[in-house]
């Protein structure tokens, strides 16, 4: 097995728009999803799908992927 590559996507909650944006420019891709699970994946997806073209020299099986999220705290009930 190769070595593996790691691209980590970074991603912030839209209260508005309920989804989770995500991107990462190393791979590069972008998406948008209603839950975390369902980001990470589309963007698994899009990674393999432009390795090829993007990152020659990394085989699809040792690409994995990193979800670094971010949300706005909800205050405690006082």
Known sequence: ????VIFTVSA???PDARVWSG???????AADAPTLDE???K???MA???APD???DV???SIFIQVMAIREAVPAAA
Do not use: G, Q, Y
């Open 1 to 4: 097995m190769s070595k593996p």
């Open 12 to 14: 912030v909650w839209d």
């Open 23 to 29: 991107h990462c420019d190393d791979i590069p891709a």
């Open 39 to 41: 980001l990470f994946d």
């Open 43 to 45: 963007i698994s997806r």
């Open 48 to 50: 393999v799908d432009v």
């Open 54 to 56: 993007n990152h020659p």
């Open 59 to 61: 085989a699809p099986e």
